[in-house]
């Protein structure tokens, strides 16, 4: 049973640019959440996402920052006109339900340049 | 929102010494505690985790106290190994939705 996957593993990015970060959660979870780890630092909560569905997104910037769980693929989180202080690693993790363990992927870790 | 905070930022311990690593949430509302270890270049995975309705558990050299009164939880690791290094986070969830991570505590068991 393959864990959460998250790809690309590294991604480069010049301002500007949008950066598109994947994650297919675990198999028969449907629950999945994005967070964002800066060096030397604790995760920070992003986004709570069902399938189809955002159910909490308190910590998105407002601004470029957009994600979605279509009923049929991967979990995307999508950055526009990155900036360097978009420079971090990027967890997803899932869970079967609501108040269930969440399990992490390995993460993105995105560079700006 | 939540708040916690995590202390030390960095333990070393040397070989089979115990290490314990405490953290302290602010919404008494919080009922569930994870914690997660964290190897160079992975994602955090889980080692052992507590809910609000109990005091203490123990998986084999790990454990996880809470005091609710207290607002505190901490990680107990005994008999510690060179594998143990790591960094190790808390974490406290209201509604299990989302987790608000401790900023994480670096663990070397020098052999």
């Known amino acids: 049973n393959a864990g959460v996957m998250q790809n690309p593993r590294h991604l480069v990015r010049r301002r500007g640019q949008e950066a598109r970060l994947r994650c297919s959660p675990m198999?028969?979870?449907?629950?999945v959440y994005w967070y964002r780890q800066l060096p030397e630092e604790g995760l920070k909560f992003m986004v709570y996402?069902?399938?189809?569905?955002?159910?909490?997104e308190s910590g998105m910037p407002k601004e470029r920052f957009s994600a979605e769980f279509p009923k049929e693929g991967p979990s995307i989180l999508r950055i526009q006109q990155v900036v360097r202080g978009d420079s971090a690693a990027y967890f997803c993790?899932?869970?079967?339900?609501?108040?269930?363990?969440?399990?992490f992927g390995a993460g993105t870790r995105l560079s700006v340049l | 929102g939540e708040n916690v905070e995590q202390h030390p930022s960095t333990l070393s311990v040397q070989e089979g010494d115990s290490a314990v690593i405490k953290c302290t949430y602010s919404?008494?509302?919080?009922?569930?505690f994870p914690w997660y270890k964290q190897e160079l270049g992975k994602g955090p995975q889980l080692i052992i985790d507590?809910?609000?309705?109990?005091g203490e558990k123990k998986d084999q050299r790990i454990a996880v106290t809470l005091n609710k009164t207290a607002k505190h939880f901490s990680l107990h690791i005994t008999e510690t190994q060179p594998e143990d290094s790591a960094v190790y986070f808390c974490?406290?969830?209201?509604?299990?939705?989302?987790?608000?991570f401790g900023s994480g505590t670096k663990l070397n068991v020098k052999p």
């Open positions: 993790a899932s869970s079967v339900g609501r108040e269930d363990i969440q399990y």
């Open positions: 198999k028969g979870h449907s629950h």
């Open positions: 996402l069902q399938k189809e569905n955002i159910i909490d």
């Open positions: 919404d008494s509302a919080s009922n569930y």
């Open positions: 507590i809910r609000s309705n109990v």
């Open positions: 974490a406290a969830s209201i509604s299990f939705n989302k987790f608000y």
